[in-house]
C-alpha cells in the first residue's frame, strides 16, 4: 500500500509526463500543485513576498522551457526547487533590497504556564521564529528536508550545492534551533 508522500509522488510524475508530451491541463494541475511550495521556497530563502513571486513566475518561464528535457518525472521537486533557487540567488547577487525576518516572540517565555492548546501554539510559533532566524541558506535546508519531505540528495540538487553542504548547514541550524528552542543566550545567528 501507496502512503500519501507516495501518492503524491506518483501524481506528479503522472503530471510531469502528461505535461512533457504537451497536455496544457496536465500542466496546469502541476503548477496549481507546486506554485505554493515553490512560492514559500523563494519567500524563504529572500524573505520578501514580492521578489519571491518575481523569482517564482520566472522559475516558472524555466521550467516550461525545460521540462520536455527532464528525463526523470521523479526528480521534477529537486529540479524545480533548483531552479527557483537559482533565481532567487540572481535576485540576492542583484543587490536587490531584502526584507527583515526577525520577529519577537508572541508571549514571554517566563509568564505563567498557559492552557496546554495555548502552549502547543506558543511551541510552534517559537519554532517557526527561530527557523525564520536562521541564515538563509541553513533556513532553506531545514524547510526542504523537514517540511518538503525532500531527502538530502534532493535537497542538495533543489540548492544546487553537494550533499555535504547540506549535512553541514542542517547541523548548524539544528545546534542553533536547540539554543534557541532552550533558552540559551549566546545564541548567535551567523552566515555559516
Do not use: N
Not at 510531469?16 to 519567500?43: N, T, Y
Not at 506558543?122 to 533556513?139: G, H, I, N, S, T
Amino acid at each position: 500500500m501507496m502512503d500519501r508522500r507516495g501518492k503524491e509522488r506518483a501524481l506528479d510524475g503522472y503530471l510531469v509526463a502528461s505535461a512533457r508530451i504537451g497536455d496544457r491541463q496536465a500542466f496546469e494541475l502541476l503548477a496549481e500543485r507546486w506554485d505554493p511550495k515553490l512560492r514559500a521556497h523563494a519567500w524563504r530563502l529572500l524573505g520578501d513576498h514580492e521578489q519571491a513571486g518575481e523569482a517564482v513566475q520566472d522559475g516558472w518561464a524555466e521550467i516550461i522551457r525545460g521540462i520536455d528535457r527532464l528525463r526523470d518525472d521523479a526528480a521534477f521537486p529537486a529540479w524545480a526547487y533548483r531552479i527557483v533557487s537559482r533565481r532567487c540567488a540572481k535576485l540576492i547577487a542583484s543587490g536587490q533590497r531584502r526584507r527583515e525576518l526577525a520577529e519577537t516572540l508572541a508571549a514571554d517565555p517566563t509568564a505563567a504556564e498557559p492552557a496546554a492548546a495555548e502552549a502547543d501554539l506558543l511551541d510552534v510559533d517559537r519554532v517557526r521564529a527561530a527557523v525564520r532566524a536562521l541564515p538563509p541558506e541553513q533556513r532553506a535546508a531545514v524547510a526542504l528536508f523537514y517540511f518538503e519531505d525532500l531527502s538530502v540528495a534532493e535537497t542538495a540538487v533543489a540548492l544546487d550545492v553537494p550533499a555535504g553542504t547540506v549535512k553541514t548547514r542542517l547541523m548548524h541550524a539544528r545546534r542553533k534551533l536547540r539554543a534557541r528552542l532552550e533558552g540559551d543566550s549566546q545564541w548567535k545567528i551567523s552566515t555559516e
